[in-house]
């Protein structure tokens, strides 16, 4: 008989879960609603019909219910980082980030006990977004409970330096490379970032020079020379540690290169009073 009872309840979840794909399909908000709360009567531990019930809350616009199955989910023990990622597939499956969006930051103004959960989902979705002003302000958000977590500042540095603020993220690569010293990703970047700075700078004296109709040697070498000696040490240290977690003939040949680079003025067509 129990064994009767309980294939009774497992097929009428079955229809029911036909039904709410149906209605979701077409849109049918209202109605996938009310088969979802059916749903959960007869599962409360089965994540699908919280996430369904979330999306179609937020496509009603209706906060109370939002607020309702998110608590309904924690009675219930759902794992919230289940539920989070259940309603990301589905979005992601109708192309309706939007909807994934507004949803978190509902949920996380209404219910402020979970809001890093939710600050972390949307760190990711506007990391991923390349929405570069959303993600520093959550990752400002999180950092102040969490100021340590390099994973927060790593996501930040990215925004930063797609924002082309260059100065600010190098300091956090910097930061963060101090405490995850293998950091590949941040080695590489900042490796070819120095690069880039150095030449930028030593063929800017050496453009000077040539323009300068009376350049005085010795200033355009310390000028060079500066370069040569606070500079290039850090990024050639960068690139043999890019080299010995990767090696390539590129990074041997960039450190051979730099490490050759000396003090030298370049050839002027004018011929300057030397002092």
Known sequence: MLVAVVSAGATSYERLTSRMNDHFDHAEWS????????????RPS???????????????????AENHY???????????????????????????????????????????????????????????????????????ELLEVTPNSLRFKK???????YQGRHEEAVALYEEVLRSDANNNEIITLLGAYYVAQDDKLLNAVDSAYLKDEQPIDSVYIARKRE??????????????????????EHLKNEIARLQAIRPLLPQSTIAPKRK
């Open 31 to 42: 109605e996938v609603l009310a088969t979802s709360s059916q749903m959960v009567n007869l």
């Open 46 to 64: 089965d994540v699908v019909p919280y996430s369904t019930a979330l999306i179609a809350a937020q496509f009603l616009k209706d906060v109370p």
């Open 70 to 140: 998110l608590e309904l989910s924690q009675r219930n023990r759902v794992h919230i980082d289940s539920l989070l990622q259940q309603v990301y597939v589905r979005t992601k499956l109708i192309h309706n980030a939007q909807v994934y969006e507004g949803l978190l930051l509902n949920l996380k103004n209404n219910n402020r006990w979970l809001s890093r959960v939710f600050n972390i989902y949307l760190l990711d979705f506007y990391a991923f977004a390349r929405k570069t002003d959303e993600t520093i302000a959550i990752a400002d």
């Open 155 to 161: 996501i930040k540095a990215d925004a930063l330096f």
């Open 227 to 248: 370069v040569i000696d606070t500079r290039l040490p850090r990024t050639i240290e960068l690139l043999k540690r890019a080299y010995e977690i990767c090696p390539s």
